[in-house]
């Protein structure tokens, strides 16, 4: 089982200070160490969940770019990018040229978008649910579209492209897409007609992921998709540290492992005062036994 890092957090002590220096080393460690993604928030205001808009929070496409630079190895991804937050034609121009620089190890990670607070923050239209999932949808169709040899015209609901130019292409002609999410109506089955990989929360265990998984493989018989082709990621730990308990973490991956996921994304969120330490001890401490799994 490989993992994953999303660094989720910039407010640690001193972070006035010290936060571009955090991230860097953060990085370099989980580059360096075996991580295998990397994963930034697509936010323009820290989650309220984790303290709220008045802590530090930066642009996720600009912070991309510049893991881009000091990395070699680990891939890089959103988790996720808000289908509203970025004209779908900008968006894939955007994250290719992130892959390009990056030597072909972006993925697109892209949802429906929830946060409205941020939205009506800074002025950025938030249209009902429906329609959300209506644009991911013509967002995903988009930049396979500008990925492919048709740089025609789009013709969408909601968006309208006359050209869809996007040169240099993917440094692998095109990019994986993550669709972030788990609701079974409408997420899971735009994960089985486009995604190559999913990402999941544990918040409901083992058999929450199970019945998640299920419902996947049947949206997957019914648009004709090989199941088994489609990329399973989780996040959370299941209400355990993998640092401070990891052998009850490392017992509950296995139980993962065996359902079909093969990569844990482990959040640095708030509460870890020192992410480079503890992305030290990850990778130093518990990734050796997960890779065993």
């Not at 910039?10 to 006035?16: C, M, R, S, V, Y």
């Not at 970025?86 to 968006?91: D, E, I, N, T, V």
């Not at 994250?95 to 950025?124: N, Q």
């Amino acid at each position: 089982m490989q993992l994953g890092i999303h660094y989720a957090n910039f407010t640690n002590p001193d972070w006035q200070t010290k936060l571009l220096e955090r991230l860097t080393e953060t990085a370099k460690v989980a580059d360096e160490g075996g991580v295998n993604l990397l994963t930034v928030m697509d936010h323009w205001f820290q989650m309220e969940v984790m303290n709220g808009p008045f802590e530090p929070m930066l642009e996720g496409y600009s912070t991309l770019g510049y893991l881009a630079g000091i990395t070699k190895n680990v891939r890089l991804s959103m988790l996720v990018t808000g289908v509203t937050y970025r004209h779908p034609g900008l968006l894939a121009k955007t994250a290719t040229t992130v892959d390009v620089l990056s030597g072909g190890r972006t993925m697109l990670g892209i949802g429906a978008a929830w946060y409205e607070r941020e939205h009506e923050g800074l002025g950025v239209p938030f249209p009902p649910l429906k329609e959300r999932f209506e644009r991911l949808e013509e967002a995903i169709l988009i930049a396979q579209q500008m990925w492919s040899d048709d740089d025609g015209a789009y013709e969408g609901k909601h968006y309208q492209l006359k050209e869809t130019i996007c040169l240099p292409k993917p440094v692998r002609g095109s990019m994986p897409i993550l669709v972030g999410g788990g609701g079974e109506r409408k997420t899971l089955r735009l994960v089985a007609q486009y995604a190559d990989a999913c990402h999941l929360f544990v918040r409901e265990g083992v058999d929450g992921l199970r019945h998640k998984l299920d419902v996947l493989r049947r949206h997957c018989d019914d648009v004709g998709r090989d199941y088994d082709t489609i990329e399973k990621t989780i996040g959370g730990a299941g209400g355990l540290d993998p640092v401070t308990q990891t052998d009850e973490w490392l017992s509950q991956m296995e139980q993962y492992r065996a359902l079909g996921a093969s990569l844990v994304t482990i959040t640095i969120a708030p509460g870890v005062d020192d992410p480079v330490g503890y992305a030290t001890d990850l990778v130093e401490r518990v990734l050796p036994r997960l890779e065993e799994i």
